[in-house]
């Protein structure tokens, strides 16, 4: 038997297309993710990145104040009982996440906590591959596996982050514990250059620190980069250790030179990376169109279409640009009304 639509993937993409295929009576089947010892050292364990994260503050419908009782009336129990008292803050990214799967789930969506490792798009029904060994066939298959922050993998950077250690400046450059405090932005690209003049918006300085000593971005924003005087480039520098300590978190960052043997300490309250995303589309080897950097090819203006017909991609699987919630959420979407619209012109729904 085929499913109508499988989703692939648990970020708000993956919820949100849930939600909408669920409530148009498709009964979507969704694959969260595995919880296996590889995710979790990749960060790609269910419920996706904003699992990964304390506050977030720039979803829309959760301002700050208490939203303790709604929590404890939305969630079943034993979901609520692992998560950090409510802070007051707004919301937190898993408890976020939580309630979009739970509104997923009370429209009747089907969740299987496990990784697709394989598909075969090149005959319909689709055919997809679990890491159990099961078999799903699908007529519509919605791909929102998301895409994962590079970090350089040092110890300190994975015991600091959430604490001063960072991979998205429009996510948390405003938070209170960056205003007018020093901070660090490592990277040589556009995003780096882009983050670190966003940042300088809040920080009372910003250093970039490079490796080399001319920068990948663009012209215009490198002209940008040196017209702004709270930004001083370290070229010729890595990060090789960021430090801090548990009270404060990050208090500062120790540089590494790439041309001789001198080291250097700066005061920081913050590190941002800047190096780069991976999107999760490995398992989609040779059966979907990919773009340079290896992200699902979105093929139609303003729709979720992929290079196969009835197969749609949502959120920061495809999307290099925004990377956001809230974006993904929409293009989430999208897709399901995509998927249900395809499915419907096919006379299968
Ligand atoms: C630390 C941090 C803080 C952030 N803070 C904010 C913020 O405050 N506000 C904001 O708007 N954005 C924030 N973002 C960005 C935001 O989290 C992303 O834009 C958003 O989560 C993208 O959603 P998505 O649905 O595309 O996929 P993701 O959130 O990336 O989720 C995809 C998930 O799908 C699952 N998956 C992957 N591969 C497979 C597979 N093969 N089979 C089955 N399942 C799979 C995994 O569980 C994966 O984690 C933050 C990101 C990070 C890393």
Redesign the pocket.
Known sequence: MSENVVI???????WTAAIYTARANLRPLI???AVTAE?QEKG???????N??TE????PGFPAGNLLQYLDSALPADKRAYMAPHTGHGIS?PELMELMRQQAVNFGARVVTD???RVDFKTHPFKLFALSGELVQAKAVIV??????NYLGLPSEDRFK?RGV???AV??GALPRFRDRPLIVVGGGDSAVEEATYLSKFASRVYLVHRRDSLRASKIMQDRLFANSKITVKWNRTLEEVLGNDEKGVTGARLKSTVDDQHEEIEVSGVFLAIGHTP?TS?LEGQLELTAKGYIKWTTPARTYTSVEGVFA????ADDYY????T?AGT?CMAALDAERWLASRGEH
């Open positions: 692939i993937g648990s970020g708000p993409a993956g694959f969260e993710g995710n790609t364990l269910p419920l996706g990145q904003l990964l994260t977030v503050e720039n979803y990214g990784d697709i490792v929102a596996t998301g895409a994962r922050a959430n960072s991979a998205c996510c948390d999760n398992f949502a959120g920061d699987v990377r956001q919630a809230i993904a989430g």
